[in-house]
């Protein structure tokens, strides 16, 4: 696996490159091709927190974890178990005949977890009216909810707003 290891606001130094080549260097094992997959890891520093985002482009998905810890090392491990889990978690998506066609897993390392069948429990129907971003946040906001989908009055194309984790909005637009 190549990987791309970043500081943002801090200085890599060589045991933390190390580091995470180590710990990424056992999601080969769940890799057909370890050798063509770039990992791009990014180091953020904010006060005393340090952030790490893994991002990992595959041939039929994306594999991306991010956590935020006093220590780099301690954040490394967190998003390690977090890819872990998102590969054994999909595991039976992933072995589908679709995917099997792509030869990108090596399903004998994916250990069985309890297969928990997720299922769309309620489905709703809602009218999609012309607004523009400000009043879809109100809106959005009004109803307690993450996100709101609306049609942007100046396109009229659906979008969607968003409350991010850092407390911001997000916008999601259809091309």
Known sequence: ???SL???KVTITKAMEEYATEKLSKLNKYIEEPESVKATVI???NKDLHKVEVTMPLKSLILRAEEEKTDFYAA???VLDKLERQIRKNKTRLSSKKMKDKKEFVYAY???IEETEEKIVKRKKIEVKPMDEEEAILQ???LGHQFYLYKDAETNQPTVVYKRKDGNYGVIEAE
């Open 1 to 3: 696996m190549n990987i």
């Open 6 to 8: 970043r500081g943002d």
């Open 43 to 45: 180091v953020k520093v």
């Open 76 to 78: 490394m491990d967190v």
């Open 110 to 112: 994916i250990e069985d």
């Open 140 to 142: 959005m906001e009004l």
